[in-house]
């Protein structure tokens, strides 16, 4: 057979065999390979669980399947509950990878430098912080972190950051649904967690954010404009009344 005629891998750089875990009330089975439940090529990290044959591989980013077209959902991850935790803090860790050091920095992972900005990105809280995931279907497309603040005046403010959203999910109002979600969940644990307000620095070059902030009843301070986490553009504090 000549070689125009034989069947070409679609396959990534590493493939290996593994018992397949059993399907759970209708949900997908666990991948061993990225650690979260789907069948066929994951839209986040390219893994393909093939389940029929059983093997695993793994797949160049980003994927290229079509997306998929199940309701986004959210789910929240605490350190509290070290059940789940690691698993959606790992998952919040790689959509952070691919939009801050992949997309915005232009690094190739896996490579040094891109594991040199990881390293930068992932702080040393990121581990006692609550993380959201939003979810089409079983499809990991956007995630926040939360985290408790103390202002000098004694208020305690719930700050969301490291808020991002796959590309190719960016036009679907992925963003808002996660900002009203944050604002849901934030609104009933105002009084238990003993909390204000909610605090969202939006970066200046991002000036499309600020009438979808507004919109959800954030106020703007302009003229509070500061830099962190060694980004040159400045961010400005958004905040939001919770009680």
């Known amino acids: 057979m000549s070689s125009s005629h034989q069947q070409k891998s679609q396959k990534g750089n590493y493939h290996f065999r593994a018992k397949v875990p059993e399907e759970k009330d209708g949900e997908p089975p666990m991948c061993r390979v990225c650690q979260h439940p789907h069948v066929g090529k994951c839209g986040i990290c390219g893994h393909v669980l093939h389940a029929k044959s059983n093997v695993f591989s793994a797949s160049g980013c980003p994927a290229k399947g079509s997306p998929t077209t199940s309701a986004l959902h959210f789910k929240l991850f605490s350190p509290s509950n070290t059940e ?8 919040a860790k790689i959509i952070r990878r691919k939009v801050f050091v992949e997309e915005y920095q232009g690094q190739t992972f896996p490579g040094e430098v891109c594991e040199q900005l990881w390293a930068t990105e992932v702080q040393q809280d990121d581990g006692t912080c609550q993380h959201s995931i939003g979810y089409y279907g079983d499809m990991p497309v956007a995630t926040a972190r939360w985290k408790i ?6 208020q ?17 109002h992925v963003f808002m649904d996660l900002m009203s979600h944050a604002i849901s969940e934030a609104v009933a644990t105002a009084e238990t967690l003993n909390v204000t307000a909610m605090l969202f620095c939006c970066p200046t070059n991002l000036p499309f954010l600020t009438p979808a902030l507004a919109s959800l009843q ?7 404009q500061f830099t962190e986490d060694g980004i040159t553009a400045p961010k400005v504090p958004f905040i939001r009344r919770l009680r």
């Open 156 to 172: 305690r403010l719930i700050k969301l950051d490291r808020v991002c959203v796959l590309q190719r999910y960016r036009r679907r």
């Open 149 to 154: 603040i103390a202002k000098n005046d004694g």
């Open 84 to 91: 789940i935790f690691e698993s959606g803090w790992s998952l």
């Open 218 to 224: 954030f106020q703007g301070y302009p003229e509070q």
